[in-house]
């Protein structure tokens, strides 16, 4: 179960809640299951949230350094007047990029 917990992908649908809820079923863990599991347990599909805690925050500094903050606290930071310019990539820059990204698709190389 805390490999489960722990080594989830990052923004990629999984099937992680539902393993988690066949792992933590009292018959599963009794032994007793058949093929008609999956169909006689309907409550495996009850999944719970996933916590990305990491992605969330990261989120939310974004919005804050784009849009300033919006709590009711007085901060004198403002949203910033000026749209951010995305630079343009060459695209053979991009292709080598690509062809030569880790072997771990979730750490950044950039």
Known sequence: MKGLESGSPKSQETNIPFLQNVLGNDQFLRGTVDTQFIDENPDLFNLRPVQNRAQKLLH??????????TTPIPVNARPS?????IPSVPLA??????????AEPHLPSL
């Open 60 to 69: 939310y500094l974004g919005h804050v350094m784009v849009n300033g903050p």
């Open 93 to 102: 820059l991009l292709r080598m990029h690509v062809l030569e990204r880790p």
């Open 81 to 85: 007047p000026i749209d951010p310019v």
